[in-house]
């Protein structure tokens, strides 16, 4: 799982462990999470949106996730 979901920095701020968390939960509840850095910054800015309304996320964990997963891709 650390190579679809690596873990933030050591030293992270608690949102980006907790969105990694919502990650490799809520994510691989409807399929297998894929490995953040399959998408660039761009598709995630996509795809997000669709899988926060879909897993009906509220505003801190839709935040969390959202920023875990820009951490790790690029602009």
């Known amino acids: 799982m650390n190579q679809i979901a690596p873990w933030p920095l ?3 701020a608690q949102p980006l ?13 409807c399929h297998a999470p894929e490995p953040v850095t399959k998408y660039s910054y761009a598709q995630w800015q996509v795809i997000m949106p ?8 509220n505003a801190t964990d839709a935040a969390a996730v959202t920023s875990y997963v820009q951490s790790l891709v690029t602009r």
């Open 10 to 12: 050591a030293g992270a």
């Open 50 to 57: 669709d899988m926060i309304e879909e897993t009906k996320l």
């Open 17 to 29: 462990i907790h969105g990694r968390l919502i990650y490799v939960t809520k994510c691989a509840k």
